[in-house]
């Protein structure tokens, strides 16, 4: 009885030091692993895991353009599970509605739908994911980056040259750089910003934006 005493103290006192080396040594070098890698780590571990497929079938690869729908979205001539082609919503950039019934047609809806058709309407493009966003939103339509054939984001296009807005209600690896590129077609009134006022944004934005274009409500 003794010396089942004595092997079971030795067995939890093995048992406490392993669990004091996890606290102090494992967990701290993995919080330091985490901050290092950043949100990237984190998603490209998700994107292994996860988003495989979607991964392995879009990504770096480049199909027809089968439709515009939208200034920010088209479709691509390749089946998504039940559909004959795949829906793509363009990450980062929200441009005016012209398809939504509870909106109507939005101020500069139909030009920032046609700059996207004259970029990429029968045109081959390249999808590009992104590590830090998801991979589909909550209606199951693809989102990702357009690479057009001169090398060009469509996204990147919309929000320079006036057809866009930076949306800042969802993470991307272009977050920041899109957010400026706003700013400059702002100052330099490019498309949209060189007529549109306040009450002509969108919801969103007037909300997360309630400093904005307030000059031209005066």
Not at 18 to 31: A, G, N, R
Request: proline share 4%; with cysteine; net charge positive.
């Amino acid at each position: 009885m003794g010396n089942r005493r004595k092997r079971y103290a030795m067995s939890r006192k093995k048992k406490n030091i392993l669990l004091l080396m996890f606290f102090f040594f494992i967990v701290p070098t993995l919080v330091m692993i985490d901050r290092m890698g950043g949100v990237s780590l984190r998603h490209t571990v998700k994107r292994n895991l996860y988003d495989g497929d979607d991964w392995k079938k879009y990504h770096e690869k480049a199909f027809p353009v089968a439709k515009v729908i939208d200034g920010d979205t088209i479709d691509l001539a390749i089946p998504d599970g039940t559909y004959q082609t795949t829906r793509v919503r363009l990450l980062g950039v929200d441009t005016p509605e012209t398809k939504n019934p509870s909106t109507g047609v939005m101020y500069f809806g139909p030009e920032a739908s046609e700059f996207t058709r004259k970029l990429c309407e029968n045109q081959q493009v390249t999808v590009l994911l992104d590590t830090v966003a998801e991979q589909r939103d909550r209606y199951g339509r693809l989102l990702a980056h357009i690479r057009l054939p001169d090398g060009s984001i469509l996204g990147e296009r919309l929000i320079a040259e006036g057809y866009g807005y930076a949306d800042s209600r969802f993470e991307h690896s272009s977050y920041d750089k899109y957010a400026q590129s706003q700013e400059q077609a702002i100052e330099k009134k490019m498309g949209l910003w060189a007529g549109i006022n306040r009450s002509q944004l969108p919801d969103w934005l007037r909300r997360r934006r309630p400093d904005l274009l307030r000059v031209s409500e005066k």
